[in-house]
């Protein structure tokens, strides 16, 4: 049987990239994240990057057009399981991934729910390694060297926008539009919740009970 494409909801530093990464190595499926999309574009000095840049550093939104677009142009579900992340952010957004991405192909959502005040200090102690992509946390996950990936050795790096100031705006803003979304995948009941305050295996164990 194929399996369904997944939609992870949830605030920023929920733990959606962390359990995205187990779905990718045990289950199979392929990871897309927007954010991910978006700044590779600003590495690589496209017009894109460089229009989106100053939006992302600042922790607004990248307008829904532009996002939808290079998701569009980045997958194909002909062939693939995905697991969206970071996609969809607002009602609109949600609106057209099911007009036209998901046209019809069998998806569910999952909502990684957790206290919005414990986020803040997650992600500013979030560190990514540059080479493997894993992800580690100076307070919870912390890795053996402060700066290098206990995985690859490859060198950690802080996310320019887990400042702060931004991680504020961030937050603020995902609180604002998230109830329509939820409400929409409710309705059509496509929604699972999980409290993404528990550990990354219990939090893990949950979700493949959902997806099966
Ligand atoms: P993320 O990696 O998902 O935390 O996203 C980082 C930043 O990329 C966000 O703060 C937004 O500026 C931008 N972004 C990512 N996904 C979207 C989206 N679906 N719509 C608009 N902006 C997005």
Avoid: W
């Avoid at 590495?43 to 600042?58: A, D, F, W, Y």
């Avoid at 609106?95 to 997650?122: Q, T």
């Avoid at 979030?126 to 060297?145: D, F, H, M, V, W």
């Amino acid at each position: 049987m194929t399996k369904p494409q997944l939609i992870l909801l949830g605030a920023p530093g929920s733990g959606k990239g962390t359990q995205a990464a187990r779905l990718v190595s045990e289950l199979g499926y392929q990871h897309i994240s927007t954010g991910d999309l978006l700044r590779k574009e600003i590495k690589s000095g496209s017009e894109l990057g460089q229009r989106v840049q100053g939006i992302m550093n600042t922790g607004g939104l990248v307008d829904d057009d532009t996002v939808l677009e290079l998701l569009k142009s980045n997958c194909d579900l002909e062939s693939t399981a995905y697991i969206f992340d970071g996609f969809p952010r607002n009602f609109d957004q949600a609106k057209a991934l099911d007009s036209s991405v998901l046209k019809g192909v069998e998806s569910r959502a999952i909502y990684f729910e957790i206290d919005l005040n414990m986020l803040a200090a997650r992600l500013v102690n979030r560190r990514t390694c540059t080479g493997c992509g894993e992800i580690y946390n100076l307070l919870s996950k912390a890795p053996q060297l402060s700066d290098k990936c206990d995985k690859c050795g490859a060198d950690l790096m802080q996310r320019k926008d887990d400042n702060e100031e931004t991680v504020k705006t961030r937050l603020g803003v995902f609180k604002e539009a998230i109830e329509p979304v939820l409400a929409h995948y409710k309705a059509e009941d496509r929604l699972g919740v999980i409290d993404a305050s528990a550990g990354a295996d219990e939090v893990f164990d949950k979700l493949k009970e959902i997806t099966r």
